[in-house]
């Protein structure tokens, strides 16, 4: 990463990122994201809600089922947006899980206290979804080239397509923020 020069104080937590055509510009937390303090002017959600997960291979599935449950409470949401958040959740989830920690290594029931921390975040907004994903690591999500006959490697090519935008940035503490703005139809 190539750092800034003189930064504002309030975006001193930014870096520059060296920038490929598959990486998207580094931005800053989004309007009423969970990373932000409440005040007046800012977007505030009509309901929030926040899962913290370990991240295993177990993980997309909590968030699958937590995300189900919790647009569920959501007035006016839909079978299809629903639908599309829960793969958006999981492609996200997916990515935090394989990121943050060594995927080669399977984890033994005693060393699971030892596994990233993963959170995601959820806020219903009157016109959009705003989700959320935080993990443990620092690099950017890269969009990668699939091939035809791959397994994987298009998590961020269905979120790139399904969402309104996304984007990422780094918080102050460490790791990172990936999120996506799904238009509620």
């Not at 309901?47 to 699958?64: D, H, Q, Y």
């Not at 269905?158 to 780094?170: Q, T």
């Not at 990172?176 to 139809?185: A, M, N, P, R």
Request: glycine fraction near 8%; charged fraction near 20%.
């Amino acid at each position: 990463m190539v750092h800034a020069g003189t930064l504002s104080p309030e975006n001193a937590w930014r870096e520059v990122v060296t920038m490929t055509p598959d990486t998207r510009p580094l931005a800053g937390p989004a309007g009423g994201s969970a990373w932000q303090p409440a005040r007046p002017g800012r977007p505030r959600p009509m309901n929030a809600g926040m899962l913290a997960l370990v991240a295993l291979p177990t993980s997309p599935f909590w968030a699958r089922r937590y995300t189900r449950s919790f647009l569920g409470t959501c007035h006016g949401m839909t079978d299809s947006t629903t639908e599309t958040a829960e793969l958006l959740v999981s492609e996200l989830v997916t990515n935090a899980v394989r990121f943050s920690g060594d995927p080669a290594r399977t984890l033994r029931y005693s060393e699971r206290a030892n596994a990233g921390l993963i959170s995601l975040s959820l806020r219903h907004f009157r016109e959009a979804l705003l989700i959320e994903v935080y993990d443990t690591d620092n690099d950017p999500p890269v969009r990668s080239h699939a091939g035809d006959y791959a397994e994987n490697g298009r998590g961020l090519m269905l979120v790139d397509a399904l969402s309104k935008e996304w984007s990422y940035f780094f918080p102050p503490g460490g790791g990172k923020v990936v999120y996506c703005f799904l238009e509620i139809t």
